[in-house]
């Protein structure tokens, strides 16, 4: 079976443009979830979606945004970009199929290889 | 924030020796615990899960839960250089997102 997939895998990009990442969760995987990971913060959770919902957010402004498809691929949007914004951007799928799923296993997230984004 | 804490290391262990990496979580409502692996460059993968207490033993691999700690370990067995990796620590917690520490730098000595 495939893993997650991401693309593309570098980025570099200027202050105040704009970015859209893609993921393709594991076959049979409808949650995916998007992460932030910078040497300072280590991994962030930005949001999860499931069924084309977002069904949970962490704390991050609103210039970052996603969404998912009717297939579970998901993309990610970052606008009006900074300096701060230069990251590895990861993209994690799961079977978690409802809030709470817990304990059998399902909740287990399974990350891709990540977009790694460079803002000068 | 509910925080997962990790001593950032770098810990140094010779081959062979076992290598214990500590994690603590602050959120009680914290039910479902993972040890990931992240070489340099690349992302995590995951090593085990533990969703009760005690041991739960996989290959050279050993997590331990203690709940009303609020604390997760990993042993390493036989460790190799292989290992050295940044070992990451998560919780799902109550709000359902998985909370990453910010990792321990294991370094395997030849």
């Known amino acids: 079976k495939a893993g997650v997939t991401q693309t593309p895998r570098y980025l570099i990009k200027t202050r105040g443009q704009q970015v859209t990442l893609s993921c393709s969760p594991i076959?049979?995987?409808?949650?995916v979830s998007w992460y932030q990971q910078t040497p300072g913060q280590g991994l962030q959770f930005l949001f999860e979606y499931f069924s084309e919902t977002q069904r949970n957010k962490g704390n991050f402004p609103g210039r970052f945004s996603g969404r998912q498809f009717s297939n579970s691929r998901s993309e990610m949007n970052v606008s009006t970009l900074e300096l701060g914004d230069s990251a590895l951007y990861l993209c994690?799928?799961?079977?978690?199929?409802?809030?709470?799923?817990?304990?059998?296993?399902?909740?287990?997230?399974?990350f891709g290889p990540g977009t790694r984004l460079l803002v000068l | 924030q509910k925080e997962v804490e990790q001593n950032s290391g770098p810990l140094s262990v010779p081959e062979g020796a076992i290598a214990s990496l500590n994690c603590t979580y602050s959120d009680r409502g914290s039910q479902s615990f993972f040890w990931y692996r992240q070489y340099s460059g690349k992302s995590p993968e995951l090593i085990m899960s533990?969703?009760?207490?005690g041991d739960k033993e996989d290959g050279r691999f050993t997590a331990q839960l203690n709940k009303a700690s609020q604390y997760v370990s990993l042993l390493i067995r036989d460790s190799q250089p292989s290992d050295s990796a940044t070992y990451l620590c998560?919780?799902?917690?109550?709000?359902?997102?998985?909370?990453f520490g910010k990792g321990t730098r294991l370094h395997i000595l030849p």
């Open positions: 533990i969703y009760s207490n």
């Open positions: 994690a799928s799961s079977l978690k199929e409802t809030l709470g799923d817990r304990g059998l296993g399902q909740e287990t997230q399974y």
């Open positions: 076959s049979g995987h409808r949650s």
């Open positions: 998560a919780a799902l917690n109550r709000d359902d997102k998985i909370i």
